[in-house]
């Protein structure tokens, strides 16, 4: 009877044991979480009180090694100070250098930007002038049409236009949405010394990129001036014959469009080498992480907490600044279509065929190029999630890599490793490598379609 009895008590021990053990496992899981989650807020209160100091310094912690430091000083100095002095420029960022009149001119230089894009998009309407297509020439070749859809052609691109650099201020300027150079830093300390070379030459490689594209896009522009004709008449059904008179006039008015293309180019580039260079540096950190779990380089707790950390930063590139990144490429996707079919356009009797053909090449791969960097970042950051996720499912494959770890700190790092979703947004849409490719096919074959029957025969509605 008395071991009859000793077994019913065992049996009745073992649920409450096991009970007990999944409460032990699920505080450890909690308390590692919240712990790295008032860790990440620590961080970003002090990454947002140093932005305030100056905005164009980063201060380097005094306990990294010479090789680091270098590379880290290297990448502030061609990268992160030409980068702000972008923002500055447009008026996305403060000037805090400067007393008295300049800074009150600096505090209303928003406004001045603001004003000069207004213009610029008015001016392009009185002028039947775009960026991205040639004008339509009459049969005597003195006059152009604007084209029958204005609201469409014009306005609303405009509309959208003048929205993103006010969302971009708001970003940039007011709520600090962004913190490259807090990510950077963070992420040069993390790495490894062989890999910190290649991350500053890349983020270099982004900047230097996004100055060629905004080269090409005033050259571009200048030439559309050319393939617009300064002699030629402008006809508007709402405006007759403005300008007809005065070329002078009209060469003022073009040269104050120019100057707001400049500034909205500027801004399109901003927006893009940010977003690039952070989802640069989101997938170097994953990539870092995987290397420390296969090689056993940290602790359990210490990778957790590596991974909420990068979760919590990529959470913020996908909020405010992935939408601004979305709205502008749906410009650049509008911009390369119309550029496209622009060509179609053209005629053998064109008086400025070549001109006008080469331009709409150009403005083609210009928009082209700059619509399918954030798309590759995007899935460049998915892709690196997903690795990290089947790096960790290795260590039950791997059990002599972590054998001396107790069991339920490798449970956790699985099952939190396997939760967890590193995946970037463009439009609070996740971005996949597979979505890339197969969106790509798709487009280029629906676009080709547009192109082959441009009657629209085959479809009416369009």
């Given at each position: ?262 500034v909205i180019d500027v801004a399109y ?124 499912m290795e260590i039950r494959s791997r ?64």
């Amino acid at each position: 009877m008395s071991t009859e009895r000793a077994l019913e008590d065992s049996s009745l021990l073992e649920p409450s044991a096991k009970s007990t053990e999944q409460r032990s496992y699920g505080t450890l899981v909690e308390t590692r979480l919240n712990s790295s989650q008032k860790d990440n807020v620590t961080d970003q209160d002090q990454l947002v009180q140093a932005e305030e100091q100056d905005y164009a310094v980063v201060e380097f912690p005094t306990d990294m090694n010479d090789f680091t430091g270098k590379q880290l000083e290297r990448c502030q100095r061609l990268v992160l100070r030409p980068y702000n002095t972008f923002l500055c420029v447009i008026g996305w960022r403060r000037v805090l250098a400067y007393e008295g009149v300049w800074y009150i001119i600096f505090s209303f230089w928003p406004l001045v930007v603001l004003l000069l894009l207004v213009t610029s998009c008015i001016v392009q309407i009185l002028l039947c002038y775009t960026r991205d297509s040639i004008p339509l020439i009459q049969d005597d070749d003195m006059y152009i049409k604007c084209s029958d859809h204005i609201a469409s052609s014009f306005i609303m691109l405009d509309i959208l236009l003048v929205m993103t650099y006010l969302y971009g201020l708001f970003i940039f300027r007011f709520r600090q949405h962004e913190d490259l150079s807090g990510l950077t830093e963070k992420v040069f300390c993390a790495i490894e010394e062989k890999k910190s070379k290649k991350l500053s030459a890349s983020m270099l490689f982004f900047l230097v990129l996004g100055i060629l594209w905004i080269g090409c896009s005033i050259g571009v522009s200048i030439m559309r001036i050319f393939v617009h004709g300064l002699n030629k008449k402008v006809e508007l059904e709402f405006l007759k014959n403005y300008g007809n008179d005065s070329t002078e006039i009209k060469i003022a008015m073009l040269t104050t469009a120019q100057i707001g293309f400049i500034v909205i180019d500027v801004a399109y580039a901003s927006v893009v080498v940010n977003y690039a260079m952070q989802c640069q540096l989101i997938v170097y950190s994953i990539n870092n992480i995987g290397a420390r779990i296969r090689t056993k380089a940290t602790t359990i707790d210490t990778i957790i907490k590596e991974v909420c950390d990068v979760k919590a930063c990529l959470s913020k590139i996908n909020g405010h600044l992935s939408r601004a990144t979305g709205a502008i490429m749906f410009i650049f996707l509008y911009s390369s279509v119309s550029s496209l079919y622009s060509l179609q356009q053209l005629k053998p009797d064109d008086n400025d065929l070549v001109l006008a053909a080469i331009t709409g090449f150009l403005s083609s791969i210009q928009w082209t190029v700059w619509l399918v960097i954030p798309l590759i970042q995007a899935a460049r950051v998915t892709h690196a999630g997903t690795q990290l996720k089947e790096k960790a499912m290795e260590i039950r494959s791997r059990p002599f890599l972590y054998m001396n770890a107790p069991q339920i700190d490798l449970d956790s790092l699985i099952i939190y490793c396997s939760n967890v979703h590193l995946k970037a947004k463009l439009l609070s849409i996740p971005i996949s490598p597979s979505m890339v490719v197969g969106g790509s096919f798709f487009l280029g074959f629906t676009i080709y379609l547009v192109l082959k029957f441009d009657n629209y025969s085959w479809a009416s509605w369009l």
